[in-house]
């Protein structure tokens, strides 16, 4: 798959919103301007205009022209854009274009529960599977899986990561969602996926566009039962977490397992109840905990309303972890490669100062309790702080200071500093806008050594919630805008004319690397369900399909192989983040 492959005039291949802005990308050596025309499903040319040159664009490798067609037509299918003898893949014009988006792409995360059978009448025809790590053979289950042995944490060089501690117990960790295209479970992407689903349903609430998320909006087991079906699918993983708690009288009781995992990778296909791999609990870190500390917080504020008594424990849960975070404030989870890192992802992390201010954001948004906003005022990424929470790349879960910050600005609260807080955020989103000034496939995203990091459309796509949330403060409709542009990238407006979403747009993404969505590999495997966002391009082309690549302009770092784990996963955290913004576009109704 090259640039070559799709047609030259470059478009959102879902549509653009009836009074939305329409711009397009046209790749073409062209030096002068060039006349455009858009047809309609009929083929009637319903506007004209011309191109604007833009030379050549580094990141994509390519000389570009923009086509901006901010004309108002009437709402169908089939548009397509013309120019320089290219035409467009087609598309629609309409006022509910994210409406099936935002259903799809949180129902993903039901076909990620472990524990649990999949049903094929909730996910999709042939999207049914038998439950994963239960205690059925092979499997031997995460209903009582012991911590890592000794040796296992140690490096070639002897040094024991783990510092002596093991555990002698074991804990039920059943249920909660696979991180990914892994069997593996893990609190820190499992963190930041919970927070976006809360917070997307809270965000809801705020905005009055709650309507569409209530009981029975999504094809979860628990629709019909009176509580809004993304919550449901939050608390799924929520209670998984909470299993994840190092018991009284251990070493780092009260802190939480960074993840549970198989000892080695497993080969793809391998369906989840057929992993034949032990399974261990690793160490306890100091992020993990803060994560939990975090999103239960942030729980307990959003599920009261719909279960009191589950909110408490949550809560009780949530100050308890910060305090034993606090208690123990720098256990790190390993980042080498050792036998604990030999079948799961590390997801080391060196910083967790923001995620001590995430978890102090949360525990003073549900309590307004004075010690936890003088954390926040201690904290180096605090407003006006050492160091700043908005950094260019965006955020994702290994840097969650800037989604702690746009929390802090959206949610209510007392806090003295909020409307300096709320201006923060605008001000990180007019950044985003000036980035996104100088691309022409329109993506707010241009991190400052050129190179695209591992995830980018997660990160594309938390950048597009920094311009959500400047729009909800503002109602300022430029920063709608720019989010539209930079969807418009994910769906088609890019240098492989790819939309990176299965099943939405013409020239799909649909082979992300999965054990169980291995339809590549084995045709009686169903590829990942509509709504999956993949990893995007990653200029360090880390597997062994997209190495090929290396060296390759950024955008064109991508490979839709199920192999090239690299650069085209899927995982819960992307798609949390999809999920958040897909539920803003379909709020705005015809924009
Ligand atoms: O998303 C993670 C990314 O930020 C890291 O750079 C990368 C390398 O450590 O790991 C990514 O997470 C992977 C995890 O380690 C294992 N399961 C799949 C995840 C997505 O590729």
Request: charged share 20%.
């Amino acid at each position: 798959m090259t640039s070559e492959d799709a047609p030259r005039v470059r478009v959102n291949q879902v549509g653009y919103l009836t009074h939305g802005p329409k711009t397009a990308t046209l790749v073409t050596d062209a030096t002068e301007p060039v006349a455009w025309r858009l047809r309609d499903g009929d083929g009637a040319v319903v506007a004209e205009g011309e191109s604007v040159p833009r030379g050549h664009d580094p990141s994509a490798g390519l000389d570009v022209h923009v086509i901006a067609f901010d004309v108002v037509v009437a709402p169908g299918n089939g548009y397509v854009l013309e120019a320089d003898g290219a035409t467009s893949d087609p598309f629609a014009v309409g006022a509910d274009l994210y409406d099936d988006l935002r259903v799809e792409s949180i129902v993903v995360f039901y076909g990620q529960r472990s524990g649990v059978a999949i049903e094929e009448d909730l996910l999709g025809p042939g999207y049914g599977r038998a439950a994963g790590h239960v205690d059925v053979a092979p499997n031997r289950g995460d209903g009582a899986v012991p911590c890592l042995p000794a040796g296992h944490a140690t490096t070639a060089d002897g040094v024991d990561l783990y510092d002596g501690w093991t555990g002698d117990y074991t804990l039920d960790v059943t249920g909660g969602w696979y991180d990914a295209g892994d069997q593996g479970k893990y609190v820190v992407n499992g963190g930041i996926a919970v927070a976006q689903l809360l917070g997307l349903y809270e965000r809801a609430v705020r905005t009055g566009t709650d309507d569409a998320l209530g009981d029975g909006s999504l094809r979860v087991p628990e629709r019909g039962h009176g509580v809004p079906d993304v919550l449901d699918e939050a608390r799924w993983e929520l209670e998984w977490m909470l299993r994840m708690v190092v018991p009284d009288g251990q070493p780092y009781a009260g802190l939480v397992h960074h993840k549970v995992s198989d000892e080695r990778w497993v080969p793809l296909p391998t369906l989840p109840a057929d992993d034949p791999q032990p399974r261990y609990l690793h160490r306890p870190s100091t992020a993990a905990t803060l994560n939990l500390a975090a999103v239960a917080a942030q729980g307990a504020r959003v599920l009261a309303p719909h279960d009191a008594a589950f909110a408490e424990r949550l809560l009780d849960a949530a100050r308890a972890a910060y305090d034993a975070a606090a208690t123990h404030p720098v256990v790190l989870a390993p980042d080498t490669n050792t036998l604990e890192n030999a079948g799961s992802g590390p997801y080391d992390d060196l910083d967790v100062d923001d995620d001590r201010l995430w978890s102090a954001t949360e525990l003073y948004l549900t309590t307004g309790e004075d010690r936890y906003a003088a954390d926040l005022r201690a904290n180096p990424y605090r407003l006006g702080g050492e160091r700043p929470a908005f950094r260019p790349e965006g955020f994702d879960w290994n840097h969650v200071s800037a989604w702690a910050r746009l929390q802090l600005a959206t949610v209510e609260s007392a806090l003295p500093e909020r409307s300096l807080v709320r201006a923060s955020v605008v001000d990180a989103a007019d950044a985003l806008v000036e980035q996104q000034a100088t691309q022409p496939f329109g993506l707010p995203y241009v991190p400052s050594n050129g190179r695209y990091d591992w995830g980018s459309n997660g990160l594309v796509l938390n950048n597009l919630a920094i311009l959500a949330a400047a729009h909800e403060i503002t109602r300022d409709d430029r920063y709608r805008d720019a989010v539209l542009g930079g969807v418009d990238y994910l769906l088609g407006r890019n240098a492989l004319g790819l939309s990176y979403v299965t099943g939405f747009g013409t020239r799909d993404v649909r082979n992300q690397h999965s054990r169980w969505y291995a339809h590549a590999l084995d045709p009686d495997l169903p590829p990942p369900p509509r709504g999956t966002v993949s990893g995007g391009p990653n200029s360090d082309c880390p597997d062994p399909v997209s190495a090929a690549l290396a060296g390759s302009p950024a955008q064109q770092c991508f490979v839709d192989d199920v192999h090239a784990y690299g650069v085209n996963e899927m995982t819960i955290n992307w798609n949390s983040a999809l999920a958040w913004v897909a539920s803003y576009l379909a709020g705005l109704g015809d924009g």
